[in-house]
């Protein structure tokens, strides 16, 4: 579905950007049911060493070479990009030699409780976590995850990222009818998000194949919960049309 280096894409919120995939497909430490890239084949929460930094440093070399201008690099894809090993490492390759371009993570937030990770997202420009539930129920039935990972420490350490974190900060939610948008769970959502203090929220909801064929768009109720839980945010709501 992705090559390792993918795009350029052009996006209202990243302008012109690349994507890095460094997990093969389809490895993450979840199995979310609206995954768009289907279901996790290899459910793992071991960080890895998929590919050198030196080859995906040279792959990206090479495409800027030949597509010209990008405002940002992005690391998303097929999986969670933190449980590529050397993340510190390309971080830091990519900021040394890229220093014009922006580097964007799309993350699925439960790495934030190594060190390595920590520190390596620090000196990205933009942070995008998902947190689709605060409570174990949603987060179970939504992101079906590695037994190895605890929501508790999750929510933590993201919190304490973002007590940390000099760069743009924005969250992402994905709407799972009949899970996660009663009254209950958008409220706790919203809860934790006043602490977070993301500067965007993106409410996303079914636009392509899920991993599940149960996940559906929500209908208008879900949606006005959605925006009164929300409402104190700056909120971008993404609808089939
Ligand atoms: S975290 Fe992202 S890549 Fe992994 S299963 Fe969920 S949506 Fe798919």
């Given at each position: 579905m992705y090559d390792l280096i993918f795009g350029p894409i052009n996006s209202r919120r990243?302008?012109?950007?690349?994507?890095?995939?460094?997990?093969?497909?389809?490895?993450?430490?979840?199995?979310?049911?609206?995954?768009?890239?289907?279901?996790?084949?290899?459910?793992s929460n071991k960080r890895e060493a998929f590919y050198t930094t030196e080859h995906i440093l040279e792959e990206l070399r090479k495409k800027i070479k030949s597509v010209g201008h990008i405002d940002y690099i992005t690391f998303s894809g097929t999986g969670e990009p933190a449980l590529f090993k050397d993340i510190k490492k390309l971080v830091t390759g990519i900021k040394k030699e890229h220093s014009d371009?922006?580097?964007?993570?799309?993350?699925?937030?439960?790495?934030?409780?190594?060190?390595?990770?920590?520190?390596?997202?620090?000196?990205a420009d933009l942070i995008l976590p998902s947190v689709d539930s605060v409570l174990e129920i949603g987060f179970s039935k939504i992101n079906r995850p590695h037994a190895d990972l605890k929501l508790k420490d999750i929510l933590a350490s993201l919190l304490k990222f973002r007590n940390e974190y000099k760069g743009k900060f924005w969250v992402e939610v994905f709407i799972c009818p009949g899970i996660n948008d009663s009254e209950e769970e958008l409220?706790?959502?919203?809860?934790?998000?006043?602490?977070?203090?993301p500067e965007r929220v993106q409410v996303n909801t079914l636009d392509r194949k899920p991993t599940e064929a149960w996940v559906k768009v929500p209908d208008q109720a879900s949606i006005d919960?959605?925006?009164?839980?929300?409402?104190?945010f700056s909120v971008d709501l993404v609808l089939r049309k």
């Open positions: 990243l302008g012109r950007s690349l994507g890095i995939n460094l997990t093969p497909n389809k490895t993450c430490n979840l199995d979310c049911v609206y995954c768009e890239c289907g279901k996790t084949t290899k459910l371009k922006k580097l964007a993570v799309i993350t699925n937030a439960t790495l934030f409780t190594d060190q390595e990770v920590f520190d390596a997202f620090l000196e409220n706790a959502i919203a809860l934790y998000l006043k602490k977070l203090r919960r959605v925006m009164k839980a929300f409402k104190d």
